[in-house]
């Protein structure tokens, strides 16, 4: 009896100490609960730095608070939202200790720079804030959206190298203007500079080279040792960019870059060969070689044919074999295929596409980074419709390289 007894109480002293371990644990989690302040998720825009063309920041979320919330406060450069309008007497939207408070609110910006706030208090005094800036493009007539608004990041790549090049005229009556050559070249730098962290000191830009010029900075058959090869340091990023026509060799096939000086039915003595191009940078000690190429080798162009008495041909514009296997090429489109214009935004598709993905837009996943695998769908995808949308042909862009390659950290 006396073991039964002693069993039972064992028994009832555990319960005792269980139940009070229970009470202090509820109790704990309880003063924790009670100092967790209120939670501010936001769906749209999906990153704390944003950009619009539009006058109000379409502005969704979901508030939390654990205790019920007592208001929230939305505040645009300072003046607080009141209805739809802006005001400088401080306001907030009552929620009345509710717990979940769904965001959907217009909010109207001005050109340029924005700073979004939001506020929520708890019905147990505490807040949480949430900090946004929203960058409005101030459109004008002519103006692109890619060329109103560059995104600023804060990557640093001081001893990258970059040769933009933009050939819009040519010296021979007989070869037709690229359009927008210049105007895509000089976005190109821009973004290098402002989004990829460029020095602009170490930028190569040619607007109309001639065939010497191309020689000077990338090299000859005979010495690659070209301005090019001299600027960057071993284990630096290189960048080459190109726009303007390309051309092939009738009888070999082979794909060469026309310069300002070039005829383009005697290429293979006054273009710069594509091969060299590639063969060239590959003797660079670089971390990394990007060559992005916008210009068709057909023969063919938005404004007819390069070549007299010659009907388009088939070339491979991406190099066989010589580059690094950290290398990314990317080309407007396909051997046989013309490289169109963008009348609209005064670019060439390619280029405006490309620079649209590293605006911000490729970012599939909104994640802040943008890979090459990202940015080569956005641009394949959107370069192949609208080139049948605008002209009905085939377009497709080439992008060659690793797909897991970070390309743009935004944050």
């Not at 979940?100 to 807040?127: C, F, H, Q």
């Not at 692109?144 to 970059?162: C, H, L």
């Not at 060299?276 to 992005?292: D, E, P, W």
């Not at 670019?347 to 993905?357: I, N, P, R, W």
Request: glycine share 8%; charged share 25%.
């Amino acid at each position: 009896v006396k073991a039964d007894n002693l069993a039972l109480y064992k028994k009832r002293l555990t319960e005792t100490d269980e139940n009070k371990a229970m009470a202090e644990v509820q109790k704990s989690m309880s003063k924790v609960f009670a100092q967790t302040p209120p939670t501010i998720g936001i769906f749209s825009p999906q990153r704390d730095t944003a950009q619009v063309n539009t006058d109000y920041l379409r502005l969704q979320g979901l508030i939390t608070g654990p205790r019920g919330l007592d208001k929230v406060v939305f505040r645009v450069n300072g003046k607080f939202l009141r209805g739809r309008k802006l005001v400088r007497a401080e306001a907030g939207e009552p929620v009345n200790g509710k717990k979940n408070y769904r965001i959907d609110k217009n909010l109207p910006l001005r050109n340029g720079k924005n700073e979004v706030t939001i506020i929520a208090y708890g019905a147990d005094g505490l807040s949480a804030r949430k900090d946004i800036i929203v960058e409005k493009a101030n459109l004008i007539a002519g103006k692109a959206d890619v060329d109103a608004y560059i995104p600023k990041t804060q990557m640093k790549n001081t001893n990258a190298v970059a040769v933009v090049i933009g050939v819009k005229n040519y010296q021979s009556s007989d070869v037709p203007f690229v359009e927008y050559a210049t105007r895509d070249a000089k976005k190109v730098k821009e973004y290098l500079i402002k989004t990829l962290g460029y020095n602009p000191q170490n930028i190569i830009y040619l607007i109309n080279p001639t065939y010497a010029k191309l020689r000077e900075v990338f090299g000859s058959e005979t010495n690659y040792r070209g301005k090019l090869y001299r600027f960057a340091k071993k284990g630096a990023d290189v960048f080459v960019y190109y726009t303007g026509h390309g051309a092939p060799d009738v009888k070999s096939r082979e794909p060469y870059l026309v310069p300002a000086d070039c005829n383009p039915s005697f290429v293979s003595m006054n273009g710069y060969p594509l091969k060299l191009l590639y063969r060239n940078l590959s003797k660079i000690s670089a971390k990394s070689i990007t060559v992005v190429i916008d210009a068709c080798f057909s023969g063919g162009s938005n404004k007819g044919m390069l070549l007299a008495k010659a009907s388009p041909l088939t070339v491979t514009p991406l190099p066989s074999g010589g580059l690094s296997s950290n290398a990314i090429v990317m080309t407007s489109s396909k051997g046989d295929e013309i490289s169109s214009w963008y009348p609209d935004k005064k670019h060439s598709l390619f280029t405006y596409f490309f620079l649209k993905a590293l605006q911000g837009e490729g970012d599939k996943n909104s994640d802040g980074i943008l890979t090459l695998g990202e940015m080569k769908d956005y641009i394949e995808s959107n370069v192949s419709y609208y080139a049948s949308r605008f002209y009905g042909r085939h377009q497709y862009p080439v992008i060659k390289g690793n797909p897991d390659k970070i390309i743009v950290r935004y944050k």
